[in-house]
């Protein structure tokens, strides 16, 4: 069995079909990892080596019998704490759900598993999702594998980290506003949120519920549109009313050039504020990496974008607020003892159960929401919306994709980002992307001069314009690695069967 830290998704099931090795081998390499590196970087918040074995022994019989596995045959996966899996708890990595098991499956989990894909557990995460490095989570913080004493990013921290520290190959996160392009760039890996509607959310715990979109992290752009084609397919998910028709091969036009086609860059978000000077060099590299092969760079202008942090923290409060109206301790998750009234355990089940951020972004979103102030917030959010759709409407009449940093600067410290506002600023490049519903994926643009910290590029596109972004990401990559990494702090450490 060769080196699991080597060995692309594609790699591992072409193996596992060839009886190069079998998924059960595979399964305890990514175990082993687990064991050998978690102490240092604690991306799981549970691990699930029954299921993980049981999973790979099905699909190893499968293969005995002669049957044809899927696309992810033995690939080692993990999915964000806010995705239902059954045999597991759904956390949120919250208090609040600090019990709770799973009583039914994600979809998008399940298209994971269906496609032959091992899961190995589920992953740390912000608190419901709030937030941009982990800390937020109610459980334990989650290291940076390039820098255990900086943040992943978040909210998926614990999915990003887990693949940059070779704990898993794939994993799943949930993007309302950057909580998947953010911490890939942070940890130095692939990270897509596809165009929303694309991916089923079934299963998948609310905050921004016109905002959400789920997709997948991994070491290479080839990695994800593999994962993507698992997670999308024909027909849409009866049980999500957003989702899409999506029968895309996102792997058929991947390597395709990209000469002659045209590259949009804002000059507002290039030089904007916050920005620092190694990511805006590394991001030159990127522009030129792309006019080698071909491109066309253009300027594009989205002029309402600088509004679009303030847009966002109004609207996505207001639909968290309503989402999280349902754990009130009396159905699901954590309750409060030896209450008197009903109001009583209400109050005291959500003081208890939430943590700070989860109690300012609800108290934030029942004051927008309240008659009177309504009109003077929400409403004109949801305008500023509207012109923000239309501006990359316009922007996309002059150019394929996008191309902007991923995040203002590499991982921070702990602790570092005090002020909440400071905090709701790392994604300033990401949020508007959502307010729009297009896609966007995060790819690594090699190490910032200064910091020696991961950097990315992120490309945005129009609505379903996938396939593409996963093709310009693809030529951005070539550029840069030929293979995904995995942190080099972790790299051979651990997992290795030989
Ligand atoms: N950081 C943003 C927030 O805190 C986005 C989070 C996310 O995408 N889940 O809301």
């Known amino acids: 069995m060769p080196n699991i830290d ?47 074995l049981a999973a790979a022994k099905k699909c190893d019989e499968a293969r005995a019998k002669g049957e044809e596995l ?8 993990a999915f964000k704490d806010n995705m239902h899996l059954v045999g597991t708890r759904t956390t949120c ?49 989650t290291n940076n594998p390039w820098d255990t004493t900086r943040v992943p990013g978040g909210s998926s921290g614990g999915s990003a980290a887990a693949v940059a520290a070779g704990e898993a190959t794939i994993t799943l996160g949930s993007d309302t506003g950057g909580s998947i392009r953010q911490p890939a760039s942070l940890c130095g890996v692939v990270g897509m949120k596809p165009t929303y509607g694309a991916v089923s959310r079934y299963g998948v715990v609310a905050f921004g519920s016109s905002l959400d979109q789920v997709g997948p992290f991994g070491r290479s752009v080839a990695d994800v549109a593999l994962a993507m084609n698992a997670l999308t397919g024909p027909g849409r998910d009866p049980y999500d009313s957003t989702s899409q028709n999506c029968p895309v091969d996102f792997l058929e036009h991947l390597d395709d050039p990209i000469e002659g086609r045209k590259v949009g860059v804002v000059p507002a978000l290039m030089e904007a504020a916050g920005l620092t000077q190694e990511v805006k060099d590394a991001l030159a590299g990127a ?43 009396v159905r699901y998750g954590y309750q409060e003892p030896d209450c008197l009234s009903l109001a009583e355990q209400t109050a ?19 004051y927008l929401l309240a008659s009177g102030v309504y009109d003077k917030y929400y409403y004109p959010a949801q305008q500023v919306r509207t012109l923000i759709t239309r501006d990359y409407v316009e922007a996309y ?24 506002t400071q905090m709701y600023a790392s994604d300033m490049f990401t949020i508007s992307n959502n307010i729009a519903g297009n896609g966007g994926i995060s790819v690594p643009i090699g190490l910032g001069a200064e910091s020696k910290l991961p950097v990315s590029a992120q490309l945005q596109g129009p609505a379903f314009s996938d ?15 030929a293979k995904g990494v995995v942190a080099p702090a972790f790299a051979g450490k651990g997992g290795d069967l030989a």
């Open 467 to 481: 396939r593409r972004l996963l093709q310009f990401a693809r030529a951005i990559e070539r550029a840069y690695v």
């Open 287 to 329: 522009i030129k990496a792309l006019e080698d092969q071909g491109a066309e760079i253009v300027e594009v202008e989205l002029p309402n974008i600088a509004s679009a942090i303030a847009a966002y923290y109004v609207i996505a409060p207001c639909e968290a607020f309503s989402n999280l109206a349902r754990f009130d301790g």
């Open 93 to 141: 990595a919250s208090r609040m759900l600090e019990n709770y098991d799973s009583v039914f499956t994600a979809t998008c989990v399940q298209r994971m598993l269906d496609a032959g894909a091992t899961p190995l557990g589920k992953t740390n995460m912000d608190e419901f999702a709030f937030g941009s490095s982990t800390e937020s989570s109610a459980f334990h913080r």
């Open 6 to 52: 080597e060995l692309s998704a594609a790699e591992i099931a072409s193996g596992v079909k060839a009886g190069d090795f079998t998924a059960t081998e595979v399964a305890e390499a990514s175990l082993d990892a687990i064991d050998k590196r978690e102490g240092e970087v604690q991306a799981f918040l549970q691990v699930v080596p029954e299921l993980a």
């Open 70 to 77: 899927g696309a992810l045959a033995g690939v080692p996966v």
């Open 397 to 420: 009449k002059r150019c394929d994709v996008i191309l902007m940093p991923a995040a203002p600067r590499t991982a921070f410290k702990f602790g570092e980002m005090s002020d909440p």
């Open 348 to 366: 005291k089940s959500r003081a208890h159960g939430f943590g700070e951020e989860a109690k300012r972004r609800q108290m934030l979103g029942a």
